[in-house]
């Protein structure tokens, strides 16, 4: 079955460091572009994190710019978010997703979807 | 950045009711939009991509439209699993996504 497994989620104090780690399985993970949304109690989701297939290419949303840090290790199947300086706003519970492509006639292109999701990991950041 | 304003932001319907989202761009996109569901507790779901392409699984209720700026996700008559919260998300920036806000679907 393909499936994103996260983990790492914990209780940190404000100004601490967290590591969230996703393991990949049943599909050719180094051929995709991986992704953290994330989703703060009772709000709607937000795009934190992305990067491309060989890790070369990395991007953030403008409010974790410079404090997390996306990488990938296609070896072993895992993509992680390190997070450092961790705010009140940072609670949330954080998915890992799949950016999935196909061509569609819709856009005379490759167009991208996040098609497999992770059952998510709560980090809470308070004293 | 790409804003996606989605209305309403709740709804409330009854079973075999015809229900319509709208997702507005903040420029023009194409097509590069996508919806997906998301129940209590649990990670989202993909509907649809490319703004009208129906992600294998998903019930032929659930059809999208729209190109440019303004896109809907229609349900067309529905049923009791249904009942849960929609996000419209851009994809025409990919790396970079935005979701819209959300729009709850409540029993009436």
């Known amino acids: 079955e393909v499936q994103l497994v996260e983990s790492g989620g914990d209780l940190v104090q404000p100004g601490g460091s967290l590591r969230l780690s996703c393991s990949a399985s049943?599909?050719?993970?180094?051929?995709?572009?991986m992704t953290w949304v994330r989703q703060a109690p009772g709000k709607g989701l937000e795009w934190v994190a992305s990067i491309n297939a060989d890790g070369g290419e990395k991007n953030y949303v403008d409010s974790v710019k410079g404090r997390f840090a996306i990488s990938r290790d296609n070896a072993k199947k895992s993509v992680h978010l390190q997070m450092k300086s961790l705010r009140g706003e940072d609670t949330a519970t954080y998915y890992c997703?799949?950016?999935?492509?196909?061509?569609?006639?819709?856009?005379?292109?490759?167009?991208?979807?996040?098609?497999?999701w992770g059952k998510g990991t709560t980090v809470i950041v308070s004293s | 950045d790409i804003q996606m304003t989605q209305s309403p932001s709740s709804l409330s319907a009854s079973v075999g009711d015809r229900v319509t989202i709208t997702c507005r761009a903040g420029?023009?996109?194409?097509?590069?939009v996508n919806w997906y569901q998301q129940k209590p507790g649990k990670a989202p779901r993909l509907l649809i991509y490319a703004a009208s392409t129906l992600q294998s699984g998903v019930p032929s209720r659930f059809s999208g439209s729209g190109s440019g700026t303004d896109f809907t996700l229609t349900i067309s008559s529905l049923q009791p699993e249904d009942f849960a919260t929609y996000y419209c998300q851009q994809s025409f920036n990919t790396p970079l996504y935005t979701f819209g806000q959300g729009t709850k679907l409540e029993i009436k």
């Open positions: 049943e599909f050719l993970f180094s051929h995709y572009l």
């Open positions: 997703a799949r950016a999935g492509s196909r061509y569609s006639s819709a856009v005379w292109g490759n167009t991208f979807y996040m098609d497999v």
């Open positions: 420029q023009s996109i194409s097509s590069h």
